[in-house]
Structure formats: structure tokens, C-alpha cells
């Protein structure tokens, strides 16, 4: 190689590298996105201004799919169009979203300026320069960025020059449910006059309107970016006061609480192998009649070993002397423990490791909306973890009630509580649980191993030749056209200079061979990488060259005589990684551990109690038919509810579980349906003297259709027992008022004729 340090070209490629944040878009962020971007464009085409509604819960990463979403947005037009963008949002949550899309675009090199009103060059927005404002400054005539002035530098200039300039103006409204439906702020929208606006929000204002793209809550829950459910003052409802600890307030109880969850929750960071500090968020009123409570609650803590001093304790207040020990709040592992604020930073600021909210008593009515339990809502790495009380967000507060401000706050906050009852023994059953993988468009760490597959498959290393011809650049040696307006596929030449490539030149036309090599998957750095690795760890274990060797390896790789059989390996590789992993499909899992009664089930404001004596948990909770967009098949069903009455009466039955539908939290066993396995949760798990019985309730159709379930269940069952369990069940109805169940291993349903069916006998 001609006159290249190795060593230093290599630092150079390492820090380049090192400077890429590698960004694993979550299924439905990547579905948002690709969406997104045909709704604009399909609007763009409109003679009309439009507005686009971009509805996404808090935690799901709104301003990352916006990043993308602009990225895209300008990538490789065709039609000639050329954008300026406009975005307004409340407080300073301008600044935040700012900061985020200048780190985001410079880490890719992407042509996206971010810029404020005074960063503006020859007083317009440039072609793909976002100009980010902030509400206040601009929704009143004699703000200074709207009113008239000498040089013409306002806005309404601004937005008419970049019009002048041949250019469509998109605005994007962040946390819109905040300001859009003002008449001030209709006013402004119109003088702004933007081809395509853009309401980006959890809960959007903007009325009639018809287009946009909506991320589900459910979608993000089982990604893993936010938590499974929030729960309000666990236990309260079995809590003693100690006499001779009378004098306690309330704010002091629910201090003591929120410390005490706090403690546990870090305990089991560390059991899970996790760094997180878990953070308690102290959520005080304003001033009230000369008094503050910030004083009287930093002395609290600090009876209780929590300072500024030690670093535990944080203030973000809006006075600048009390915004103390906040630089690196947000990291993981960051010292501080617990934080005092006010309701200033509800919208918009961003800490994952928040896992308790502390809230005390006003002496106003509080509503308790999305944007408040958004502050402890996100998980801190994105994924949930094996202890379930990880997955749970904590709310502590001295309140008597609180009012839920939207309907997705009202189906996320669970303030019932449920606890298996102490005299349950273990049953440690084998439990199954379906495994949700991305839609691929990028290749992930599984892409490893299944290259390795198919480069034995194909026979690689016998392919190869280690001794190559030289991988060159071929330039045109004595070219010429004759006439310039005559089309050809070939110019006239005398022959080629072939000149070896040296280091620099073989990284970028190996990361091209990668890249050209990609399809169907979206040929970005990430992906690259992952083949790039995987052809390195080939030669690693096939012929122990290391990271020395890189440039010897491309070389071969890129070698005529080589390079077909590494594209043919590849593009096996890539058939493997779609079969395992697929685009959208679920795999069937073995839970790791055996599965018992869950010891806490939380419910939402959607369920109702129940007077059971016999359920394992108490008290039960059953889901009322008021909710809205609610599954009748989630709630107790009349044939439910008849069987869980026929259980009350029996004397043989110590007691029973109604079994949940989803995660590996509830029990499931294993069926096939369509050349697919799936897991099947049943209605019912039900302790008697003969041992563990398993029942799913139908009726009418729904027993017509259970043929593929049934047979699962009696497989299963079958199974368990020769490992020496005691299990019975089946698919079970009601008939003649007599119940009866069906066990056998090739299921049939015949509504006139039942004898095939078993009576149901619990003893």
C-alpha cells in the first residue's frame, strides 16, 4: 500500500466511526416514519394548504421520528421541490428540540440546519434550515419577533422572502394540544401560510381533520420504550399508622413511601445486572400565601441522609439560584436520587431513569393528565426487564382523588390493586409467551450468525483464493469524444491506467461492496457495518487475520476472482436472517422461568371490584363494558361469569385464577394455527383436590373455532403429566345446565351431540 500509516489510517476510520450514534428505530418509529412521509407528500399534492396529524404517546420518541421523518423528507428528490421548515413549541421545549435535531443531523452529516430567529442569513429561512420558535415570542402583535420594524426582520417578512425564493414552508406545531386551537394561534397559522402544517402531539386540538398517522400505546408498550402501567400509593389501602407516630403528615407518609420504592426499585437494578439509579421526582405546589414548601421538604430529606451537598438531591425550579445539581441528571448512573420541581417542567423534559412521582396537596383541584406521569413513563434502556415491578411506574400522593385529564391517561394509570393471597403454594408450570421482532429494514446482531451458516453452507473458505490479483482503480488512459452531441454508451479510448488501491481507497469501496450488496434491507452505516463485521469475523476464525489485516481482507474480498463468491454469500445470509427473523412475525419463547399466580395485578380506572371468595387474588377485579374501544372478548363474558359463580359453589375448588391475555406475566400454553406457533392463554387456572385444572369458557361460535387451541391444551397437558404433574382441563360450556369439557386430542364441537364431551367433575 502506497505510503499510508496503518496505524493512523486506522484512527482516523475509528474516529469517524466513533462520532455515529448507531440508532435502532423501534418497529412502529420506523412504520411512523415511512408513513409519515407518504401522508406529506400525498398532501403536497394538494392545491390546498394542509394540516397533518401526528399522534404519538408520550415516550414513544416523537422528536426522533421527526428527525427521521425531515431526513427523509429531503433525501434524493425527484420533483424539484425545495422546503423550509418552521417549528413552534411551548417553553423551552424549543431549545430541547433544537439541541436534539442539531445532534441528530450532525452526527449523519445531513443538510438539515437548525437555526433561531437571529442565526438567519439575509433575513429568510434557507432551503432545508428549520427555524425554531418558541410560542410566546411570536403570538402577540407586540412580541419582538412579529411586529414591525426598520429593517423588515420579523416574521411575516421572513416567511415572504422564503416564499420569494421559490420555496415551500412546512410548519411543525410540537405539544400542540398546548396552544393550536387558540383563535391567537389560528391567526398566526394563517399569516404563516404553510403548504403542509404538522400537530405533533400525544392528545392533538386541531379539528376536521381527515389526514395523519397515529402510533398505538400498545405499540410502544411492547417495544419496551415505556412502562406497562403506572400504579398510584401500592398498599395504601392495608396501611397502619403507628401511634405513637401520629403526628406524621401525609406529605411525610407518601415521602417515606416513595423513599422506601425507591430502595427496592434500586435493589433490583442491581439483581437485574443494570447501573440505573432509579430517580423520585418531588412534584411541589406553588407559593401559597408566603408558603413555600421547598424549604420545609429539603429539610425532610435531609434528615434522611438526602442533600444538595452529597449530590442526592436535585432542584429545577425557575428562580436561577435553584436549579442545583441537574448536569447529568438524566444519565443512568447519575448520583442523584431525588428531584424537587414544579410544574414547569411537565412538558418536554426528559429523564428515563424517573421511576416515582411524588405528588402533595394543593389547594386547588389537580388534574392528572398524560403529560404529568409522561415524566416517569420511559424506560431507561429501552427494553423491559424480567422483574416485573421494573416495568411499573410509581405515583406517591397525599390527593383524595385525582382528575384524569385525557382518555389515555384513564386506560394507563392503574389505582386498584390485587394481591395473591398468602396460603398459595407454587404450581411451576411450563409457560410460553409469543416474541415480537422489528419489521427489518435494517440488519441487527442476529445477521452474525446466520453469515457464518451460510458461508459454511456455500463452502466460502474452499472458494477463496488468499492469493488475488491486485485490486485496482482504472482510470481512462487517452479518452476523447469526438462529438459531444452524438449519445453513446462508451467514449473513445486508448486503453485504462490501472493504479492499486491504497488503504483509504479500499475502506470506502469495501463499505460500497457492502453497501450495493444490502437490498432489500435500507442500505444506512448500521447495516454496512454488519456485514462489514461479519466478513472480518470470517476471516478471524477461517484464517485468524485480525483487525491488522483489515485492508488484506478487503483487498480479497474485493478481488475479482473472490468478490462472487462473498456476494453470493451475502445474499444467502440475508434469506436466512428474513426467515428467522422476519418482518413482523412472532416467535413462540419458553419462559425462562416456571410460571406461578402472578403476587400483584394492578387495575385501571376501567375495572370494577368483585366479591369472590374464591379467587387467589383479592380483591378481584373485573373490567367493565364503559370503556372506550374496549374488546368485548377482554371483559367477563356471560359464560364467564356463570362459570367463575359454578366455582364459588364448589367445595372441592381451593381456589382459581382468571388468566390474563398477553406477556409472559400470564400463563399460556403452546398451538399451532396456520403453519404458525402460537401461545394460547387460557380463561382459567383452578387449584382442587384432583390437582391444577385449565379451562378456556366458549360458547356458541367461539367453541365452533377452538379446534386448533383445544388440541394445543390437551397436547400440553398430555405432556406435563408423564412429567409427573397433575393436570386436567380442556376446552369447557355449559349445556343443560350442566358444564362439560372436551380433553380429547383431535378436537370436534357438534352443538346436538355432546357425548363425546366429559361432565365436569372437580373432585
Known sequence: MRGYNLSLVRKMVTNICSNF????????????????????????????????????????GKTLMMAEFLKRLIDSRIDGRKFSFIWLAVNKLHDQSRNSLKKYYNQFGVGLKCSYFDDLDDRKIAENEILFLNWASINKKGNIYVRENERDNNLSNIVARTKEDGRIIILIIDESHRNAETEKSKELIDEIGPKVTIEVSATPQLKGVFRGVEVE?????????????????????????????????????VIEAGLKKRLELAKLYETEGSGV?????????????????????????????????????????????????????EKNESEAQVMIFKQAIAVGWDCPRAAILVLFREWKSVVFSIQTIGRIMRMPEQHHYQEPRLNIGYVFTSLSDIGIAEDIAKEYITVFEGKRQNDYKDIDLVSYHSKRFREETRLSSDFGP?????????????RISLKHSIVDTKMIASGSIVDVDKETKSIDKKGTLDIPKNEVELQIAFDYFSRENLAPFAPELR?????????????????????????KIQAIVLAEENRQAFVDVINRAKELYQDIVGRGKHE??????????PKIINYNLHFVKKDYKKSIIQPYHSKTKTGSGLSPIEEDSGVEVEFIEYLEKSKTVKWWFKNGKSDSTYFAV????????????????VATARGIGLFDTKGGIYAQTAKERAEGLAKYIEAENKKGKKLFGGIVLKDKSSWRYSDSKKYSYDPKNLTDWKFLDLG
Not at 45 to 50: I, L, P, R, T
Not at 527 to 551: A, E
Open 217 to 253: 400505546l400498545k405499540d410502544v408498550k411492547e417495544e419496551g420504550m415505556i412502562k406497562k402501567e403506572i400504579v398510584i400509593n401500592p398498599g395504601f389501602e392495608n396501611f397502619k399508622i403507628d401511634k405513637k407516630l401520629a403526628d406524621k403528615t401525609a406529605d411525610e407518609i
Open 527 to 551: 447495516s454496512i457495518k454488519r456485514i462489514n463485521d461479519s466478513i472480518y469475523r470470517f476471516f478471524d476464525k477461517s484464517f485468524k487475520m485480525g483487525v491488522d489485516d483489515w485492508p
Open 588 to 597: 413462540l419463547v419458553k419462559n425462562d422461568e416456571l410460571w406461578n399466580v
Open 277 to 329: 439509579n432509579p430517580l423520585m421526582l418531588i412534584q411541589i405546589p406553588d407559593a401559597h400565601d408566603g408558603f413555600d414548601k421547598k424549604d420545609s421538604l429539603i429539610a425532610l430529606l435531609g434528615k434522611r441522609g438526602i442533600t444538595t451537598e452529597n449530590g442526592r438531591l436535585a432542584i429545577y425550579l425557575s428562580d436561577k439560584d435553584n436549579k442545583i445539581n441537574l448536569d447529568n441528571i
Open 450 to 462: 446466520v453469515f457464518f451458516r451460510a458461508a459454511g453452507e456455500l463452502k466460502l473458505k474452499e
Open 21 to 60: 450514534m448507531w440508532i435502532e428505530f423501534k418497529n412502529y418509529q420506523e412504520k411512523a416514519v415511512v408513513r409519515l412521509k407518504q401522508e406529506v407528500n400525498d398532501l403536497l399534492e394538494s392545491a390546498d394548504n394542509k394540516i397533518c396529524i401526528f399522534k404519538a404517546p408520550t415516550g414513544s
Open 670 to 685: 403452546p398451538y399451532t394455527e396456520v403453519g404458525a406457533d402460537k401461545p394460547f392463554y387460557v380463561d382459567f387456572i
